[in-house]
Nanobody, 120 residues
Framework: QVQLVESGGGLVQPGGSLRLSCAASGFTLDRYAIGWFRQAPGKEREGVSCISTSEGNTYYADPVKGRFTISRDNAKNTVYLQMNSLRPEDTAVYYC?????????????WGQGTQVTVSS
């Protein structure tokens, strides 16, 4: 069965950190660029970060630059999103998605999402 599964979400205080994981099964993750997205209640989904395939080039949305780091471990078929200095406005459901390249608007696979709540 082909799927992406996110994990690592939870409740954290402002200034805290979380590491999200995006694990693939049924296909080889290193053939895809992986993007992280988030959707807060009442807001549209927005792109957060993306990592390309072989070169491992990374891209970040302005609101998370300098705080979030995307990485991949192809041996584990997993992509990570390290989130530091979290803010209440980072609260959202976070999704990962697989696509051919970071600039593509077509996503081959989506995960089910993991909730991140930043609150004191």
């Amino acid at each position: 069965q082909v799927q992406l599964v996110e994990s690592g979400g939870g409740l954290v205080q402002p200034g805290g950190s979380l590491r999200l994981s995006c694990a693939a099964s049924g296909f080889t993750l290193d053939r895809y660029a992986i993007g992280w997205f988030r959707q807060a209640p009442g807001k549209e989904r927005e792109g957060v970060s993306c990592i390309s395939t072989s070169e491992g080039n990374t891209y970040y949305a302005d609101p998370v630059k300098g705080r979030f780091t995307i990485s991949r471990d192809n041996a584990k078929n997993t992509v990570y999103l390290q989130m530091n200095s979290l803010r209440p406005e980072d609260t959202a459901v976070y999704y990962c998605a697989a696509k051919t390249f970071c600039g593509s608007n077509y996503h081959d696979y989506w995960g089910q999402g993991t909730q991140v709540t930043v609150s004191s």
